[in-house]
């Protein structure tokens, strides 16, 4: 564990709060490049693979990864997300 103070958190970090779902990466590279972005701008955040429903015609469940921040990290997170070119979830 580097001496980073913000970075990718366990659950615990969530405990008695509301965690915000602000992306789901559905590729890898997307995960990583989010977690770089997410890092450098100082927002702790936590990732876990969930499933999700993809496709338009053919429609199967998938597994991607889940981004979640604290309320109070939010906006933070959302405004660095649109500067990269990262949709946020709403």
Do not use: C, H, N, W
Request: no cysteine.
């Amino acid at each position: 564990m580097g001496s980073d103070p913000f970075m990718k958190k366990e659950a615990d970090y969530f405990e008695g709060v509301d965690p915000q779902l602000i992306f789901i990466a559905k590729r890898l590279a997307d995960a990583i490049a989010l977690e770089s972005v997410l890092t450098a701008g100082d927002v702790d955040y936590a990732v876990e693979p969930d499933e999700y429903e993809g496709g338009v015609v053919f429609k199967s469940v998938r597994v991607g990864a889940f981004f979640y921040v604290r309320p109070e990290q939010r906006d933070r997170a959302v405004a660095l997300m649109l500067e990269k070119g990262y949709v946020p979830v709403k």
